[in-house]
């Protein structure tokens, strides 16, 4: 990938003086005086993804800038380096390849001269034959009883992903009941061990390093919790723990037999990974057919995101309406509100996949960025959000600029929900757009109560007003099957692509992640002591001696 600053191009400088003139234009305005504003600043994506960028302090202008500065950074030669397997994650010296996962022509794919198309395709045809024993009852646990539950323990990427898309999902969910443990704090593991029966219950030990401390603490209390408590036999534990990894040698050593091995590859990045082996509890929870749809429905934007101009590529569009917010109009922040009570976990997921690829501060030249990167994002399913912090997105003194997202079609068909649910979908849209004048209250005022009005009301009605002028993305999803959230899915990962690439920064890479990781294990070393701590600054020493004191 190319080492451009993107603050020293002629079209960074161009937005600059072009956001002097943007930012008092309102988007009342830009509506007014555009008709076809709707028709210009929207796209159908085969009538599944409507999306609409309308309500963007944007115009035509905006996105030729923004458009010419994707191609000084060279964002097309970027996506093919991707996509053609080069090595774009320097830091971790590997090619970054999850679409490869998705992608079903018989093209061979060679990385180092090694076939690992073909890789790819036996461990689906073993994950398939796996999910299909388990569904249709014919693998038996330890004392010969089916199996009912399966248990994903991992963190991250090897937790978010599958547990975003199985919750997402649910209504194309078999009888399996899948847990997920994530968290290193013994709660979570106690009260997932309560729940189950070791007899009718599958372990799948999700980790691609198969070293990371959370997942390991976890997965060795329940093997000992097998071994020793219940007193099951430790060559019983073929019929229950399942290795999802890219570290074979380790998983042996912990006790997984050969044939439970579900390999990955270095290649597919944690927070990516869902498409891969770690993705075989949303396989067991929803079957090899719609996984293999939502593989399908990723690859569809794939080649969407590969092969069509910027001026119709939705995620670029999107990742260079965030960079417009995120860059010029200062904005920290991003929210994504989804209007479908399934997707709860899609923004605690998009949290990982955004702010772990795009929180760098390092450029591709090993210099301090002067810019701004990676948006902090954040939401709330739709309408709860709209009951807590919505107050402050449209009164508030902040400028967050928000994805809205929702199915036309529900699940739940149930009276007129859905269609109240939309109402407010379309209301808040509408209302963080155009606000509410002084004016435009008092007319409200006079149409319902005919009557002239009061010193008091007058006073309060100078608290209602609302601004407007709050940007916001609107996707109407067809419905939400396993093709449409694959397409979802894709879709903000290459928007996050596009805006790294424009950051000038490495976006899959974590090293941040890493500091904290090796500073736990080196406190806990010191924990363990019994003599006081005095290795660190008098605050680290002062708290974990309070905690010495006390315990
Ligand atoms: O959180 C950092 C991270 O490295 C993620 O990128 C990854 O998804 C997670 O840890 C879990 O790692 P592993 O799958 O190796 O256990």
């Known amino acids: 990938m190319k080492n451009i600053n993107p603050t020293k191009t002629k079209f960074w400088n161009k937005l600059q003086k072009h956001y002097l003139k943007m930012k008092n234009v309102h988007l009342k305005n830009l509506f007014k005086n555009d008709l076809n504003r709707f028709k210009k600043f929207s796209l159908n994506y085969k009538n599944l993804i ?3 960028y ?3 302090i944007i115009n035509e202008k905006t996105i030729y800038y923004l458009i010419n500065l994707a191609k000084e950074c060279f964002l097309k030669e970027s996506i093919k380096s991707m996509f053609n397997g080069d090595f774009i994650n320097v830091t971790e010296n590997q090619p ?9 022509t018989k093209k061979k794919f060679f990385i180092n001269g090694e076939n690992i198309s073909s890789d790819i395709s036996k461990v689906f045809k073993k994950m398939k034959k796996f999910s299909n024993s388990i ?25 978010l992903g599958p547990l975003m898309v199985t919750e997402s999902l649910k209504p194309y969910k078999n009888h399996l009941k899948i847990h997920f443990i994530s968290n290193i704090d013994g709660t979570q593991v106690s009260e997932v061990l309560k729940r189950i029966n070791f007899e009718t219950t599958i372990f799948l030990i999700s980790s691609k390093t198969f070293t990371t401390q959370e997942t390991m603490t976890n997965a060795r209390t329940i093997r000992n919790y097998f071994l020793n408590e219940k007193n099951i036999l430790k060559s019983d534990m073929s019929k229950h723990f399942f290795a999802l990894s890219t570290n074979k040698n380790e998983a042996m050593k912990f006790g997984i037999s050969k044939e439970n091995f579900f390999p ?26 719609n996984f293999f749809l939502l593989l399908k429905g990723a690859n569809s934007m794939d080649q969407h995101f590969l092969n069509t101009p910027f001026e119709k590529n939705i995620p670029v569009l999107m990742g260079l309406i965030s960079i417009w917010y995120n860059n010029f109009f200062c904005s920290e922040t991003e929210a994504i509100l989804v209007y479908d009570q399934y997707m709860h976990k899609f923004a605690t997921y998009q949290q990982q996949a955004n702010m772990e690829s795009n ?4 450029d591709r030249n090993k210099k301090m960025v002067s810019w701004q990167t990676g948006p902090i994002i954040w939401g709330e399913s739709g309408t709860n959000g709209q009951h807590s912090f919505y107050q402050l997105i449209h009164q508030g003194t902040k400028f967050i600029p928000s994805d809205f997202i929702i199915p036309l079609k529900t699940h739940n068909n149930i009276n007129d929900h859905h269609i109240k649910l939309l109402s407010h979908f379309f209301a808040q849209t509408r209302s963080l757009a155009f606000g509410k004048s002084l004016n435009e209250l008092k007319n409200d005022y006079y149409e319902s109560n005919n009557e002239k009005i009061s010193c008091q009301k007058n006073n309060s009605l100078f608290y209602q007003v609302c601004l407007g002028n709050k940007p916001t993305n609107s996707f109407l999803i067809h419905k939400i099957t396993p093709y449409t959230l694959g397409l979802l899915i894709s879709l903000y990962e290459h928007k996050i692509f596009t805006q790294g690439v424009i950051f000038n920064i490495f976006s899959f890479d974590q090293w941040g992640v890493e500091l904290g990781k090796n500073a736990a294990k080196k406190i806990l070393s010191t924990i ?22 006390i315990k």
């Open 50 to 52: 409507l999306f609409d």
């Open 54 to 56: 309308s309500k963007n």
């Open 96 to 104: 970054v390849l999850h679409t490869l996962l998705r992608n079903f």
């Open 135 to 159: 569904i249709n009852k014919k693998w038996k646990g330890y004392t010969g009883k089916f199996i009912t539950d399966v248990v994903n323990v991992g963190i991250g990427g090897s937790d």
């Open 264 to 289: 990955l590859w270095n290649w597919v990045g944690g927070r990516y990974s869902l498409w891969s082996a770690i993705g075989l509890s949303i396989m067991l929870s929803i079957g090899y057919k």
């Open 359 to 362: 929180g760098k501060n390092i």
């Open 528 to 549: 363990k002591k019994n003599s006081t701590c005095t290795v660190y600054d008098s605050s680290t020493n002062g708290l974990i001696n309070f905690f010495k004191k």
